[in-house]
């Protein structure tokens, strides 16, 4: 089966979909800086892909500690997966900063990651041969999208560094895959909200200090970490008034890059721009209650002044990743909230380490 180098691999969407490849009967390399993940995920991504010692985990799934700006230790990837007689055929590619507000604040380190990351990585896979890509990309950077549900043609208008980046990264790979007709295989998969967990609780989400984002804010009041949620406005146009946003089960975006990956390695070379959402738009008010019900009491919330960059609707046209790919989301916002507690409760500290 084929071999892949999976950078970013121990972070949150990163290590589900480690667990979905492994599955598949996919060999991983794992490439991580471990600056906000654990190698705890990865031992745990292992145990889940019911892989045994005996099976040799070395194998089937190989550590790299490194960044994707170091092309030294790039190089050695793919020149050892050479020597071992199975190349690297694939790159899916999480490595990057995601934070909007710290990609306000330090820009110039969201473009050398983000950018200048995804450069060094494509430099070494040109050198190797290796031309199938997965990009991790995200609806960030449709901006304030000027229509709901949002289609792949919508307008890219980032509002911040850290879509600008994404951005910016997809243009480079359409520009690459123009200027060698017939070589590439690329598909930019633009997130919308990744959220939940594993069925099992044995990973999750797992965010560096306070969290920015709203479920794992809401997972942490819940177990008890945080005091309480701050709802950032309640006076938007929306039916409860609260934001509406696309949630989608971390399971769900695991298959749907396994479905993408599959989809470039058996038709011809193509670049595949494609949301990767529910194209069911769920409230604030909606996750506290549900998270609520899941967790067998009410999540203390407050709801105050809004957050700036926030947009009240956003949510995706997923209709072509079911076209391409055959792909849907199958996941529920109960099953999202279930599947989130039971990581939450079961690790109330997260992994307990980076690194
Ligand atoms: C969701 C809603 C907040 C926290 C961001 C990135 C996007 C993607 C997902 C990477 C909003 C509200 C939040 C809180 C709240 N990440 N909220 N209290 O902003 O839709 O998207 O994360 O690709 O790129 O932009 O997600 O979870 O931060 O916010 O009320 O403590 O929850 O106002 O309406 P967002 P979010």
Redesign the pocket.
């Known amino acids: 089966m084929a071999k892949l180098l999976i950078t970013g691999g121990a972070g949150f969407i990163g290590s589900h979909t480690c667990v979905v490849l492994l599955e598949a009967g996919y060999d991983l390399v794992v490439l991580d800086d471990f600056s906000n993940s654990s190698s705890r995920a990865l031992d745990r991504v292992i145990a889940l892909a019911g892989i045994t010692p005996s099976e040799s985990s070395a194998k089937r799934l190989v550590t790299v500690p490194g960044s994707i700006n170091n092309s030294l230790v790039l190089e050695k990837v793919f020149r050892e997966a050479i020597e071992t007689g199975q190349p690297i055929e694939g790159v899916i590619h999480f490595a990057g900063l995601?934070a909007?507000g710290e990609s306000v604040a330090d820009p110039l380190r969201y473009w050398h990651v983000n950018v200048g990351g995804s450069i060094s990585l494509i430099n070494v896979m040109a050198a190797f041969s290796c031309h199938t890509l997965v990009f991790s990309s995200?609806?960030?950077l449709y901006g304030y999208p000027d229509q709901v549900p949002i289609p792949e043609t919508a307008p890219i208008q980032p509002i911040n560094p850290?879509?600008h980046s994404k951005a910016a990264v997809e243009r480079l790979l359409n520009d690459l895959a123009a200027s060698a007709p017939g070589q590439w295989r690329i598909a930019c998969l633009r997130?919308f909200?990744?959220v939940g967990a594993h069925a099992s609780g044995r990973i999750g989400e797992d965010p560096l200090g306070i969290?920015?984002?709203?479920?794992p804010?809401v997972s942490q009041v819940a177990v008890g970490r945080r005091e309480r949620?701050?709802?950032?406005?309640g006076d938007w146009s929306t039916p409860d008034g609260?934001?509406v946003?696309d949630y989608i089960h971390v399971m769900d975006l695991a298959e749907g890059h396994k479905a993408a990956l599959d989809c470039l390695l058996t038709e011809a070379p193509q670049l595949l721009t494609l949301n990767l959402g529910s194209g069911r738009g769920i409230s604030?008010l909606e996750v506290v209650n549900a998270f609520g019900q899941a967790c067998g009491q009410p999540v203390p919330h407050t709801i105050v002044d809004r957050?700036p960059g926030?947009a009240a609707i956003?949510v995706a046209d997923p209709s072509e990743a079911l076209r391409r790919l055959g792909w849907s989301t199958r996941r529920s916002l109960d099953d999202i909230c279930r599947d989130g507690w039971a990581w939450q409760s079961a690790n109330p500290a997260g992994y307990g380490q980076r690194g």
Do not use: E, H
Not at 211 to 215: E, G, H, K, Q, S
């Open positions: 995601k909007v995200s609806a960030t850290y879509g997130y909200n990744p969290p920015n984002n709203l479920f804010f949620l701050q709802i950032f406005g609260t934001c946003r604030v957050r926030d956003t």
